[in-house]
């Protein structure tokens, strides 16, 4: 049962088109993040949040955007798609878990983006 | 700045013990994650090593020397269904610091 939902799971759209990526959860989680994963790679932080209108820049940079608008809601838009955006998209929410002492992670099951 | 290191792929047989390491630099480092990954599929957490030592949980095992900048992953017993990417990741920062992961290691296990 996934508690964090991403639409739509494939997307493929022409060069210069506008999309946004939709990411919602229902655990009531604070901070979601937003990974970018190219087919056998590592996953690259492209944003996170840490709560309603907070939006910060991650390790990689993307000409994406986002926001925060809503605790469960973190979409992520891309003005104008090119083949270089083509990737697969993971969206992510994290608490603090006392058991293990750090934020535990959940993921979405992804949005594999083709741009032509 | 803060990477972590392990093998691309491994391959092993239904049955077999497989050990995937990973290496990281200190810097910010706090403690070390696993995560599962199945072709197509969300990262799913597998085990946490905060401190030192060996931490089992079923068929998997993490173990992690801050020493020696190492940790590993044990998978024992080895299923079919084990085949996926496993990737070694860390709070950096601290322990509400940010998960940075390593490029992943494809495990694929043969009958």
């Known amino acids: 049962e996934a508690d964090i939902y991403q639409t739509p799971r494939y997307l493929v759209i022409g060069t210069g088109k506008k999309i946004t990526l939709e990411c919602s959860q229902t655990?009531?989680?604070?901070?979601m993040y937003w990974y970018q994963q190219d087919p056998g790679m590592e996953l690259h932080l492209i944003h996170y949040s840490y709560g309603v209108n907070s939006t910060e820049k991650g390790d990689l940079s993307s000409e994406s955007t986002v926001s925060r608008i809503r605790t469960e809601h973190f979409p992520l838009t891309l003005e104008s798609a090119r083949p270089s955006h083509t990737s697969q998209y993971l969206c992510a929410s994290s608490e603090y878990i006392s058991d293990r002492g750090i934020d535990g992670y959940t993921f979405g099951s992804g949005t594999r983006l083709t741009v032509v | 700045g803060q990477s972590l290191e392990q093998p691309s792929e491994v391959t092993a047989v239904e049955g077999a013990i497989v050990q995937i390491n990973c290496t990281y630099q200190t810097s910010g480092f706090y403690g070390l994650s696993w995560y599962q990954q199945h072709d197509g599929g969300a990262p799913t957490f597998l085990s946490y090593n905060g401190l030192d030592g060996l931490e089992e949980t079923g068929r998997f095992s993490s173990f992690l020397s801050r020493s020696d900048s190492y940790g590993y992953l044990l998978l024992q017993e080895l299923q079919m269904k084990d085949s996926a990417s496993y990737f070694c990741a860390s709070n950096y920062g601290g322990s509400q610091g940010n998960l940075i992961f390593g490029k992943g290691t494809k495990l694929s296990v043969k009958p």
């Open positions: 655990m009531g989680h604070d901070k």
